[in-house]
Protein backbone atom coordinates (compact mmCIF):
# COMPACT_ATOMS: atom_id res chain seq x y z
CA UNK A 1 0.00 0.00 0.00
CA UNK A 2 0.82 3.66 -0.56
CA UNK A 3 -0.27 6.23 1.62
CA UNK A 4 -0.55 10.48 0.23
CA UNK A 5 -0.51 13.07 1.51
CA UNK A 6 -1.13 16.54 0.10
CA UNK A 7 -0.39 19.97 0.85
CA UNK A 8 -0.92 23.21 -0.48
CA UNK A 9 -3.36 25.43 -2.31
CA UNK A 10 -5.49 28.02 -1.05
CA UNK A 11 -6.56 31.84 -2.34
CA UNK A 12 -4.72 34.04 -4.72
CA UNK A 13 -5.43 36.80 -6.89
CA UNK A 14 -5.20 36.51 -10.56
CA UNK A 15 -1.27 36.66 -11.90
CA UNK A 16 -0.07 34.67 -8.83
CA UNK A 17 1.65 31.74 -7.48
CA UNK A 18 0.91 28.92 -5.32
CA UNK A 19 2.52 25.71 -5.12
CA UNK A 20 1.12 22.04 -4.13
CA UNK A 21 2.95 19.13 -2.95
CA UNK A 22 2.28 15.60 -2.17
CA UNK A 23 4.18 13.25 0.24
CA UNK A 24 4.01 9.45 -0.84
CA UNK A 25 5.38 6.51 2.19
CA UNK A 26 5.17 2.99 2.14
CA UNK A 27 5.80 0.89 -1.47
CA UNK A 28 6.83 3.53 -3.21
CA UNK A 29 9.63 1.28 -4.65
CA UNK A 30 6.82 0.25 -6.98
CA UNK A 31 5.47 3.38 -8.11
CA UNK A 32 6.19 4.15 -11.98
CA UNK A 33 4.09 7.20 -12.73
CA UNK A 34 2.89 10.32 -10.68
CA UNK A 35 0.44 13.40 -11.96
CA UNK A 36 -1.75 16.13 -10.96
CA UNK A 37 -5.28 16.83 -11.59
CA UNK A 38 -8.40 18.78 -10.85
CA UNK A 39 -11.97 19.24 -10.94
CA UNK A 40 -13.74 22.89 -11.19
CA UNK A 41 -17.55 22.70 -9.91
CA UNK A 42 -19.72 20.72 -12.22
CA UNK A 43 -17.21 19.07 -14.66
CA UNK A 44 -15.11 16.08 -14.80
CA UNK A 45 -11.52 15.48 -13.29
CA UNK A 46 -8.64 16.77 -15.54
CA UNK A 47 -5.23 15.88 -16.42
CA UNK A 48 -3.05 18.63 -15.83
CA UNK A 49 0.51 17.42 -15.36
CA UNK A 50 2.21 14.22 -15.46
CA UNK A 51 5.85 13.22 -14.75
CA UNK A 52 7.31 9.46 -14.68
CA UNK A 53 10.12 8.25 -12.41
CA UNK A 54 12.69 9.07 -14.94
CA UNK A 55 11.48 12.52 -14.94
CA UNK A 56 9.96 12.89 -18.33
CA UNK A 57 6.68 15.34 -18.00
CA UNK A 58 3.70 16.15 -20.02
CA UNK A 59 1.27 18.96 -19.39
CA UNK A 60 -2.39 19.74 -20.52
CA UNK A 61 -2.20 22.20 -23.00
CA UNK A 62 -4.00 25.34 -20.76
CA UNK A 63 -1.30 25.18 -18.00
CA UNK A 64 1.96 24.58 -20.37
CA UNK A 65 4.39 27.26 -19.50
CA UNK A 66 2.85 28.51 -16.33
CA UNK A 67 2.91 25.02 -14.59
CA UNK A 68 6.18 23.24 -13.91
CA UNK A 69 5.62 19.28 -12.11
CA UNK A 70 8.68 17.87 -10.03
CA UNK A 71 9.93 14.73 -7.62
CA UNK A 72 11.93 14.37 -5.36
CA UNK A 73 12.27 11.58 -2.76
CA UNK A 74 14.47 11.85 0.71
CA UNK A 75 13.97 9.32 3.50
CA UNK A 76 11.41 6.69 2.44
CA UNK A 77 9.09 9.19 0.44
CA UNK A 78 8.81 10.48 -2.18
CA UNK A 79 7.47 13.85 -3.15
CA UNK A 80 5.66 15.41 -5.98
CA UNK A 81 5.28 18.65 -6.59
CA UNK A 82 3.11 21.38 -8.71
CA UNK A 83 4.13 25.07 -8.98
CA UNK A 84 1.64 27.46 -9.88
CA UNK A 85 2.79 30.67 -11.96
CA UNK A 86 0.41 33.09 -13.72
CA UNK A 87 -2.61 31.69 -12.01
CA UNK A 88 -5.98 32.67 -13.50
CA UNK A 89 -9.56 31.82 -12.45
CA UNK A 90 -9.86 28.90 -15.17
CA UNK A 91 -7.30 27.11 -12.78
CA UNK A 92 -10.07 27.31 -9.46
CA UNK A 93 -10.72 23.69 -8.99
CA UNK A 94 -9.98 20.97 -5.78
CA UNK A 95 -6.64 19.36 -7.01
CA UNK A 96 -5.56 16.07 -6.45
CA UNK A 97 -2.28 14.36 -6.77
CA UNK A 98 -1.66 10.61 -8.20
CA UNK A 99 0.54 7.94 -7.42
CA UNK A 100 0.28 4.83 -10.28
CA UNK A 101 1.83 1.59 -9.69
CA UNK A 102 0.72 -1.78 -12.04
CA UNK A 103 -2.08 -2.63 -9.42
CA UNK A 104 -3.72 1.03 -9.80
CA UNK A 105 -3.61 4.16 -8.17
CA UNK A 106 -3.38 6.38 -5.01
CA UNK A 107 -4.60 9.80 -5.11
CA UNK A 108 -4.54 13.10 -2.49
CA UNK A 109 -6.98 13.78 -0.48
CA UNK A 110 -7.28 16.84 -2.94
CA UNK A 111 -6.33 20.66 -2.19
CA UNK A 112 -8.98 23.48 -2.92
CA UNK A 113 -7.15 26.41 -5.50
CA UNK A 114 -9.18 29.32 -5.94
CA UNK A 115 -7.67 32.43 -8.32
CA UNK A 116 -10.23 35.60 -7.64
CA UNK A 117 -9.63 39.58 -6.57
Known amino acids: QVQVVESGGGLVQPGGSLRLSCAAS????????MGWYRQAPEKQRELVAQITVVGYTMYADSVKGRFTISRNSAKNTLYLHLQMNSLKPDDTAVYYC?????????WGQGTQVTVSS
Open 98 to 106: NYEDDSGGY
Open 26 to 33: GRIFSING
